[in-house]
């Protein structure tokens, strides 16, 4: 009986599943929060599905592409908003990181203040 060796390329992959599952630097968070996002000269009611101290996942903001600089403010914390880049679209919604060291740091303290 001879076994079969799998390939270079498959092993590779079945080596790496768990570092392509989690890319991410920071964990997520599940939360529902509303929100309403600014794009350009257009203002949509989103909402957003996941956060992370790096940015989230929104939802219900219709035309986003990869690329699209946008501002952010929940609606728990009203007189903040955050500046942001939407990384990517998918089926779950648009994919955005907080843009700028000013604005991470107040992300990282509000983040914190919403899931205490």
């Given at each position: 009986?001879?076994?079969?060796?799998?390939?270079?390329?498959q092993?590779?992959?079945?080596?790496?599943?768990?570092?392509?599952?989690?890319?991410r630097?920071?964990?997520r968070?599940?939360?529902?929060?509303?929100?309403?996002?600014?794009?350009?000269r257009h203002?949509?009611?989103?909402?957003?599905?996941?956060?992370?101290?790096?940015?989230?996942?929104?939802?219900?903001?219709?035309?986003?592409?990869?690329?699209d600089?946008?501002?952010?403010?929940?609606?728990?914390?009203?007189?903040?908003?955050?500046?942001?880049?939407?990384?990517?679209?998918?089926?779950?919604?648009?994919?955005?990181?907080?843009?700028?060291?000013?604005d991470?740091?107040?992300?990282?303290?509000?983040?914190a203040?919403?899931?205490?």
């Amino acid at each position: 009986m001879s076994e079969t060796q799998p390939s270079a390329g498959q092993a590779d992959a079945e080596a790496m599943p768990d570092a392509r599952r989690e890319r991410r630097r920071a964990p997520r968070f599940a939360v529902d929060l509303d929100c309403t996002v600014f794009t350009g000269r257009h203002v949509h009611e989103g909402q957003l599905r996941d956060i992370s101290t790096g940015g989230a996942m929104l939802r219900r903001v219709p035309g986003l592409v990869g690329g699209d600089m946008l501002r952010i403010r929940v609606a728990r914390l009203p007189d903040i908003s955050f500046h942001a880049r939407v990384r990517g679209v998918s089926l779950l919604g648009a994919h955005v990181e907080i843009e700028g060291p000013v604005d991470q740091e107040l992300w990282e303290d509000a983040m914190a203040d919403l899931l205490a």
